[in-house]
């Protein structure tokens, strides 16, 4: 058999999905262990619990893939059609499993209920398809070959038991059938500071590129760079991908600052503690996002200390010392408020370095010099009087995304000024 | 036109997705969007970003369907392909857009940054195509009639951009097309401080209504009832919603705590703003996240002022007052330093409440006597020495969960409190 032609379609069973009660985890859980084991994988299907539809899908999937694998529609209820659908499509009777049965009236039994009689259709297989076993639940699987060439997997909907019941049994299932061509590896590089556009025509060249591939995608506020590799081994892959992502990194030079599931404050805090310095906080509208961010990465307290959430103006001159005149001239939302919030903060916990934030997230409280999105942010750091801020008109887009902004640009200011001084 | 043959497809352009890189939440988004618009939608289809199998994925979707909603592919690299496959499909040529140029221009220009040539691209549109606007981002969509009886929707797959552009501008042209038949249409009720279990005990008799249907959901520390009524206006389908969600409501008490994207920094605030009383709060190992989370509802300097975020024990002791000795003989995460805390940050901000947070978040930190997860809650208000403290064990379930799971259990104090006192 030539394994190139085999390639994988997700088809996902229920009309809970297309009604958008449930976000579709297993699609994702799939595509992510058919790239692991290198089976292509082109195409992904929802359809609802729908006798009609689903045949109609099936006989598309079937023209167009080798492998499919379905979730949801295997339970007890008169929604569940899967696997009935899955006979009637193939001409194929199904058969009752007498152990199938006996397994599925043990697991009531184990756990002190009644089996009722919807449960016996869980034990309808169609013939001549194997019992694909669930450890966690009622239902089990299929593993067909109804025609030559054409190998189904059924799964039920629920991760939990889907995700044993792959594990368990169809990856080994899989690793047997030799189908696994590449592994498709992959590192995501990230930046901030550049456009996707920018960013990708400064290296251009690299997006030509056939093994690895190299892909640019927009984040909140963010650009990113996914170097993928196929390989036959992880370890081949990542000599694939290394050499590639540092030239990819010299070529951004400063706005490169992480990969993978590296934030901002991840880069932040690494160059902290090399330095052995120290920082504090001092938030407006942002009202504790900064310290939540610094905060989420474990281990922080070596050089994060804390700081003041000014969320009302008497807390501003109270606890940071800024000026009420100049609060009441300028404004809470002004370059000197931001100064004054970094110097004091910074004054008051005795850090090396404090950001400070000040801004108008909306919706409401913007006005004709003070629109919605105006964002002050403030450095302080050592050395006599050593205090910038910076402005930002981020747009009414949205209060979380005003907010998110402000939360990133306040770090990168700070891990671009601590890279230009080691 | 019989309104009851326009069917939607969403199909969702991207590699990322097939290599499960990302969680496809536009799905879901446009799933729940379409059942509240009541236009029918029976499948999804993903595919990668490759010019043939988009080809193959449009060709089914327009036997089948006769509205199709595509996201992503609308950026500017060569790799976003969704605007020129469409084209090539329907054999229409694309027209670059002056007036689409010029915006992404502007976009540009305001945030500083240099438009590259590769963003002209994004300013091509088919002939005969109107601009589906983009708020957000520089990359607009389409609405395009490309033959009579199929309309075609595109947005770029950046969640924020794709939902502005959605509620900006498709629901408006959706719901003047007259395709909506009938709607679902769903509120989701709120608890905290019950299991799922016991509350669907109490609410049993209301599982097995049919319309509305009642169905309970595990949450993040939570538990949901969705209520969900067919019917042919939003109006009829409130009726029908109501006196259940009131009966709901009225059976689980106090645990109730709000509907829909109702948050529990909501429910303090409403009940804040109706005593016109104030907060502040001191945060150790949330390091911001209960400020953050009050803040995040617009309006909420009327009852929010400020705090502390006490990350460091010198933080602790210097702005919220804490005593070195019971810090040093008790530990931070202790009943007397959450209740100095909270005390401390109450007096200097002048509030007439104040929370205060303090806790082994994890993973590492922990000891034998306070485990990972043992977090104290201190809530301190109006009254000569009205101080309380709040032990918890939530156990080594990843340092977010304990973090989330420590201010909502704050909040839900507060909230708790102030229903007892009104």
Request: overall charge negative.
């Given at each position: 058999?030539?394994?190139?032609?085999?390639?994988?379609?997700?088809?996902?069973?229920?009309?809970?999905?297309?009604?958008?009660?449930?976000?579709?985890?297993?699609?994702?859980?799939?595509?992510?262990?058919?790239?692991?084991?290198?089976?292509?994988?082109?195409?992904?299907?929802?359809?609802?619990?729908?006798?009609?539809?689903?045949?109609?899908?099936?006989?598309?999937?079937?023209?167009?893939?080798?492998?499919?694998?379905?979730?949801?529609?295997?339970?007890?209820?008169?929604?569940?059609?899967?696997?009935?659908?899955?006979?009637?499509?193939?001409?194929?009777?199904?058969?009752?499993?007498?152990?199938?049965?006996?397994?599925?009236?043990?697991?009531?039994?184990?756990?002190?209920?009644?089996?009722?009689?919807?449960?016996?259709?869980?034990?309808?297989?169609?013939?001549?398809?194997?019992?694909?076993?669930?450890?966690?639940?009622?239902?089990?699987?299929?593993?067909?070959?109804?025609?030559?060439?054409?190998?189904?997997?059924?799964?039920?909907?629920?991760?939990?038991?889907?995700?044993?019941?792959?594990?368990?049994?169809?990856?080994?299932?899989?690793?047997?059938?030799?189908?696994?061509?590449?592994?498709?590896?992959?590192?995501?590089?990230?930046?901030?500071?550049?456009?996707?556009?920018?960013?990708?025509?400064?290296v251009a060249a690299f997006l030509k590129?056939?093994?690895?591939?190299?892909?640019?995608?927009?984040?909140?506020?963010?650009?990113?760079?996914?170097?993928?590799?196929?390989?036959?081994?992880?370890?081949?892959?990542?000599?694939?991908?290394?050499?590639?992502?540092?030239?990819?990194?010299?070529?951004?030079?400063?706005?490169?600052?992480?990969?993978?599931?590296?934030?901002?404050?991840?880069?932040?805090?690494?160059?902290?503690?090399?330095?052995?310095q120290t920082l504090a906080v001092a938030?407006?509208?942002?009202?504790?996002?900064?310290?939540?961010?610094?905060?989420?990465?474990?281990?922080?307290?070596?050089?994060?200390?804390?700081?003041?959430?000014?969320?009302?103006?008497?807390?501003?001159?109270?606890?940071?010392?800024?000026?009420?005149?100049?609060?009441?001239?300028?404004?809470?939302?002004?370059?000197?408020?931001?100064?004054?919030?970094?110097?004091?903060?910074?004054?008051?916990?005795?850090?090396?370095?404090?950001?400070?934030?000040?801004?108008?997230?909306?919706?409401?409280?913007?006005?004709?010099?003070?629109?919605?999105?105006?964002?002050?942010?403030?450095?302080?750091?050592?050395?006599?009087?050593?205090?910038?801020?910076?402005?930002?008109?981020?747009?009414?887009?949205?209060?979380?995304?005003?907010?998110?902004?402000?939360?990133?640009?306040?770090?990168?200011?700070?891990?671009?000024?601590?890279?230009?001084?080691?």
């Open positions: 058999m030539t394994t190139a032609s085999v390639s994988a379609e997700v088809i996902s069973v229920g009309t809970e999905l297309l009604l958008g009660e449930i976000l579709n985890t297993n699609a994702q859980f799939l595509a992510q262990e058919l790239a692991r084991l290198g089976i292509p994988h082109y195409y992904q299907t929802t359809v609802g619990d729908n006798v009609l539809r689903l045949q109609k899908a099936v006989a598309i999937a079937c023209e167009r893939s080798r492998l499919l694998i379905f979730t949801g529609g295997l339970g007890p209820t008169p929604d569940d059609l899967t696997t009935e659908t899955l006979a009637d499509f193939f001409e194929v009777p199904l058969i009752e499993r007498s152990d199938v049965l006996e397994d599925i009236a043990q697991k009531f039994a184990r756990r002190g209920r009644q089996m009722s009689p919807s449960n016996r259709k869980q034990a309808l297989i169609p013939q001549g398809a194997e019992v694909l076993p669930n450890p966690v639940g009622t239902a089990p699987g299929i593993i067909w070959q109804p025609r030559p060439g054409l190998t189904i997997l059924t799964f039920p909907g629920v991760p939990s038991e889907m995700q044993a019941m792959w594990q368990q049994t169809a990856v080994p299932f899989l690793e047997s059938q030799g189908w696994g061509q590449e592994i498709i590896y992959s590192r995501t590089l990230r930046f901030w500071g550049i456009g996707e556009s920018v960013l990708a025509e400064k590129l056939e093994n690895p591939t190299v892909a640019p995608y927009a984040g909140k506020g963010e650009v990113r760079l996914r170097v993928s590799a196929k390989a036959t081994s992880e370890a081949e892959a990542l000599n694939l991908i290394h050499p590639v992502a540092q030239q990819l990194r010299d070529l951004a030079g400063i706005d490169y600052y992480g990969e993978d599931e590296d934030t901002l404050a991840v880069a932040v805090g690494t160059l902290l503690k090399a330095k052995q938030e407006s509208c942002t009202g504790g996002g900064l310290g939540q961010l610094l905060t989420a990465v474990s281990g922080s307290s070596a050089y994060f200390w804390g700081g003041v959430i000014s969320y009302d103006n008497h807390v501003k001159i109270n606890l940071l010392g800024v000026n009420a005149d100049d609060l009441t001239q300028q404004g809470a939302v002004s370059d000197i408020v931001a100064q004054q919030m970094a110097i004091g903060v910074r004054e008051r916990l005795g850090t090396t370095w404090s950001l400070s934030i000040t801004g108008v997230a909306g919706p409401d409280g913007g006005t004709a010099t003070k629109p919605v999105g105006l964002v002050y942010i403030g450095l302080a750091g050592p050395g006599a009087g050593q205090v910038e801020s910076f402005r930002y008109e981020f747009g009414d887009r949205g209060r979380e995304m005003v907010r998110w902004l402000s939360t990133c640009n306040a770090l990168d200011r700070l891990r671009r000024r601590l890279l230009s001084r080691s």
